[in-house]
Nanobody, 123 residues
């Protein structure tokens, strides 16, 4: 059974940085596309970034382009989200997700989800 566990969330001031990690277990990591999503209070869960299973292609939401970087270490079964120049509007619970297909941005396309980690950005 695929298990995803996020870590690295916390409270940070605006323009600060955080790095989120998502450790994966229960499956062979490399065939999965890994994604990050976030959900703010009273808002729907939204796509943040994804890293393809092969080829190394990435995709980002417009709101985080140039500030966030997704990376993966297949040897460690871990995907990361480096978040720089954080803004108060980045405050949300951040979720890691996995799917066997290619990079897509819709939540329902992902098969496995972590429990989430809270990121709070103060102004």
């Amino acid at each position: 059974q695929v298990q995803l566990v996020e870590s690295g969330g916390g409270l940070v001031q605006a323009v600060g940085s955080l790095r989120l990690s998502c450790a994966s277990s229960g499956h062979t990591f490399s065939p999965y596309t890994m994604g990050w999503f976030r959900q703010a209070p009273v808002k729907e869960r939204e796509f943040v970034a994804a890293f393809s299973r092969i080829g190394g292609s990435t995709s980002y939401a417009d709101s985080v382009k140039g500030r966030f970087t997704i990376s993966r270490d297949n040897a460690k079964n871990t995907v990361y989200l480096q978040m720089n120049s954080l803004k108060p509007e980045d405050t949300a619970v951040y979720y890691c997700a996995a799917r066997r297909g290619g990079v897509v941005t819709t939540t329902r396309a992902y098969d496995y989800w972590g429990q989430g980690t809270q990121v709070t950005v103060s102004s």
